[in-house]
């Protein structure tokens, strides 16, 4: 923990300017980007009496080990600029909004040649219409199915749409009249892409324009006695009106309007946003966030339009935001939002009427949105401290191990080791910080040599990416080591202190390995030849779950409720999980291995050419050079060099009948090097021993 006056600046540094400020932690990661209006006042804050903080704010200063500032012209300046911090640096504690799902649009791809609807998740493209973001995938998809009858649009994918292109049949949406069929020109690409257009416009808030025509045309069919148009007509009507219904009209004077709202307690914030386009509410999203500091409500509206807009531009920012309280100051963010839209854009609260009526239910939403969080998430906040508590008081460390990393062996009978390296940093995952290695020291199995070798290996290059940030060095210019596939130590050379993450840069405050007092010790005695002494170590064995640690006869035992042995375990299943993926994967590429890969210069299509033209490789290898020579596309060299190559590969094994007991003969196209095996009674391959199948065997 670091005293904040031992990084605080000296009087008059600061200047009383606008910018934006980082503080970095001890091993330079950025883990907090704020802007100020002055850089002076607001620093200022940071290095008052500990006691007189705010408990997150007092976690942030304490982990921090310096501050820095750019200086920029204006308050707009810095709010892009933070806005693009946070976005690089993914700070640890900022206010950053997470949904809990990525939320489905209603995107039409108007820069294809033949516009497709679509459901799209994600982000956004460049030329795509979207509307929403609807809650629920069906809802779009039910609004499309009402929407085909009028507007008949293609909905295919490009394979399909190909396809049937080449046949010349449209798909059963075009046979059934809820698809123009552009891929067979039924229509032309311009027609098709005015049937596009109109369809967004409807979407997009304009229904009248096509209701009414449809009424007229309806009303002069039946005058005509054309009852059967006037029936299609009627249906397409009443299609239109259904969709319609499904998006109620909230406010009468057809607004286009984002409205926001906050629920909010001590720990936690809930943001809800409302988009109504046309007067009607076309979609509607929130979040929840931690708060990690002292944090106003107009603060927190603003990081909301911050993670809202950041990324858009044009009519996707509304020409009104209506929000519960004002930033303060409100003109920089009302500026930026102008520019992100490029024409005037009204940051405001609402007062009375309609708008305001429609933010009550929002803030409704709001509430319910954190009360649901609280229940399903209030015990998991409280049960991670607990378990990070626990896990320091049994295993005697200084602090609660905020940063967890384990390892694990995984192979198949000593072939294709592997290891995994998981992180957990404050009881969560940190996926982006998981790594996996290939055993490269020795072959064979012995999970104790294995474990020292990957312990090894990511403690060398931590002790490097040190030596790298000048850790070690008084020196500005400190030469830099680089370093290998293996970990190993090759050169030097220079590196810009930016502050992203590097890979193995920063150390543990525990390390937990799967394995009991063999692995444990193999762990530690690693660390100890490093020389590392500073990070814990624990193995935790899969039979009892017993704790081991280094030195000790006797395990820790952990009760069967504690919340510390279930992270233990879930840090560990992880792991587990994570190495046999890998070793899976390695697995069945080697399987699905070939002589012929070995050959320079041979791609997948001479090779496909070869096994078409002898029809195995059993064949092919008793082949000669002039024969190989004669597959299109093989030169005599070529030919040579795979004569060459197939002569070095033993042949695979036979299958054999286990009723008959005869060799079965090679099937064509067979590769050598697959998985051998026998045949069963009926004849039908049978694989020995399936890895999914062979218990207690992958590690």
Known sequence: MADPSSYRPKPGEIPDTPGVYRFRDEHRRVIYVGKAKSLRQRLANYFQDLAGMHPRTRTMVTTAASVEWTVVSTEVEALQLEYSWIKEYDPRFNVKYRDDKSYPYLAVTMNEEYPRVQVMRGHKKKGVRYFGPYGHAWAIRDTVDLLLRVFPVRTCSAGVFKNAARTGRPCLLGYIGKCSAPCVDRVSAEEHRELA?????????????????????MAEAAEEM????????????EALKKAMEKSAVVLADATDADLIAVA?????????????RGGRVRGQRGWVTDKVEEITTGA???????QLYGEETGDAV???????????????????LTGRRGSIVSLRVPQRGDKKALMETVQRNAQQALVLHKTKRASDLTTRSRALEEIADALDLDSAPLRIECYDISHLQGDDVVASMVVFEDGLARKSEYRRFQIKGFAG???????????????????????????????????????DSNGEIVGTGLTEDDGRPRKFAYPPQLVVVDGGAPQVAAARRALDELGIDDI????????????????DDDPVILPRTSEGLYMLQRVRDEAHRFAITYQRAKRAKRFRSSPLDDVPGLGDTRKQALLKHFGSL??????????????????RKTAETIAAALAQAAPAAPAVNTATGEIMEEEPGTEAGSEPGTMGSSGEPVTMGAPDERRGQET
């Open 445 to 483: 199995q012995d999970d104790v040599r294995s474990m020292h070798e990957v312990i090894t290996r990511r403690f060398r290059r931590y002790l490097a990416e040190k030596e790298r940030t000048g850790e070690w060095t008084d020196g500005e210019n400190a030469e830099t080591p680089e370093i």
């Open 226 to 237: 054309e009852y059967e148009r006037a029936a299609r007509l009627r249906d397409d009507i």
């Open 618 to 635: 059993k064949k092919l290898r008793s082949a000669t050079i002039d024969q190989i020579c004669e597959v299109p596309g093989i030169g």
């Open 536 to 551: 814990a170590v624990c193995g935790l064995a899969k039979r009892l779950e017993e704790v081991w640690l280094p030195g």
């Open 264 to 276: 909010e307690d001590e720990l936690e914030a809930a943001v809800q946003i409302f988009h109504v």
């Open 318 to 336: 509304p020409k009104e935001v209506l929000v519960p309280a004002l930033p303060d100051p409100v003109e920089p963010v009302q500026e930026w």
């Open 197 to 217: 257009d109109e369809f967004c416009d409807f979407m997009a808030g304009r229904t009248n324009t096509y209701i009414r025509p449809l009424e007229k045309r």
């Open 300 to 306: 927190l509206v603003e990081h909301a339009l911050q």
